[in-house]
């Protein structure tokens, strides 16, 4: 998919990220072992303006679409999946940009390393005062906070009096309150099974006065200023799109690196040992796993190029199309699981030692699959839409 950046010149967003693949590669240990996104590989993806591919060009941004998006994680994915998540959650995150005064959007988003890390609600409260909020809470799983200039918090608004503030309906509201990283507190928590290059700690502030210019809240239109197709499409929908082209991009390469080696790999039992490509069950089932890969990712392809389209002429989603990329996203999340399941579990003993093609694939897999973006609850969600009810947990 192309986009056009402000030269007016066609960017191959899929190409830029293939070709940053070796140096993510040759990195992706030290990744693992420093639990974090080491600076070579920022400063790389931030020259190749990846960082900003879904920031408008109005802001220095590659205006790209949600279908280059996903196809860029995919590939990163490949090569490291804790790059590929905080890749998607940066880029996500950009999003902010479009719901923030342009000013402020230009200071966050703006400077060439320009980039915002954040975990999810978490019971923080920001109590209104003048010209602002004082922000208290904690949060966790900020996501390459390490190398964000910029942190978020989501809070509760609380009236001065300590009472909460109602919107119309009478539910809470709710602010993304956005600061600079030195102005948090850091906690080492993520020690974790995989993902671990992520680096995604807690924080905590107490008391912060953040200014009203410098908070927002997700996909509010009292809040949008800008009138792009990117800003049809919910922030949490983007996060499944970037998390659903991790999933597969760790399903193909693990699943890759299986064929590979099935053609030396012999399997020893009763009888004559046989290479594993030659086993009729292994056969099968390489073959049901291709498939299920495939399927998936042309599902959730088909889906981003409808949104995307549907984004650009109507701006407005029909109930069925929310489900059905619902379902495209939290499906390829399924499916890649299962996918690395089959690689992981069929290479046997050359799966689990540190190192091999399989296990940290198989840890990343796991971690990524314990986000709500791949809980089984969104399939539920999207069968209620497709029987024409407006599902509780949002699409």
């Known amino acids: 998919m192309l986009a056009r950046d402000e030269q007016t010149k066609p960017v191959d967003w899929a190409a830029r990220a293939r070709a940053l693949v070796p140096l993510i590669e040759a990195a992706a240990d030290r990744i693992e072992a420093e639990r974090r996104i080491v600076p070579e590989i920022v400063v790389a993806l931030h020259e190749a303006g990846i960082f900003h591919m879904l920031l408008p060009p109005a802001l220095g941004g590659g205006g790209a679409d949600i279908v280059a998006f996903n196809q860029v994680i995919q590939t990163i994915a ?29 200071e966050v988003f703006g400077p060439p390393h320009g980039a915002v890390a954040w975990g999810p609600p978490s019971g923080a409260k920001a109590v209104v005062a003048d010209g602002g909020y004082f922000v208290t809470g904690r949060w966790r799983f900020a996501s390459g906070s390490g190398h964000c200039p910029w942190i ?120 004559t040992p046989q290479l594993l490509r030659d086993n009729p069950l292994i056969q099968s089932d390489a073959a049901k796993a291709t498939a299920r890969l495939a399927s998936a990712s042309a599902f959730l392809n ?13 701006g407005r989603f029909a109930l069925e199309q929310r489900a059905r990329l619902r379902l495209a996203i939290t499906g390829a999340l399924e499916q890649s699981r299962r996918v690395v399941d089959f690689a992981y579990h069929a290479a046997g003993t050359n799966a689990i030692f540190a190192g091999s093609p399989f296990e940290r694939r198989f840890r990343d897999m796991h971690t990524v699959t314990a986000q709500g973006q791949a809980h089984m609850s969104n399939f539920a969600s999207a069968g209620q839409a497709l029987f024409g009810l407006e599902p509780n947990q949002r699409l």
């Open 302 to 314: 088909d889906m981003l190029h409808e949104i995307w389209e549907t984004s650009v002429r109507t």
């Open 152 to 271: 978020g918090g989501h809070c509760a608004v609380q009236e001065a009096d300590g009472k909460p503030r109602l919107d119309e309906r009478a539910r809470p509201v709710l602010r993304t309150m956005l600061f600079r990283k030195e102005q948090a507190t850091f906690h080492d928590i993520w020690h974790v099974i995989g993902l671990r290059g992520t680096g995604s700690n807690a924080y905590e502030v107490r008391d912060l006065f953040v200014p009203e210019a410098y908070t927002t809240w997700r996909d509010l239109p009292a809040d949008r200023r800008n009138d792009g197709p990117l800003y049809n499409v919910p922030l949490l929908t983007l996060y499944g799109i970037g998390f659903s082209g991790v999933g597969l991009g760790l399903a193909r390469s693990c699943l890759d690196a299986f064929m590979t080696l099935a053609t030396t790999k012999a399997a020893r039992g009763i009888g």
């Open 78 to 106: 490949a090569a490291d999946a804790s790059t590929a998540w905080c890749l998607g959650q940066q880029v996500a995150s950009t999003q902010a940009a479009g719901y923030l005064d342009p000013k402020i959007a230009r």
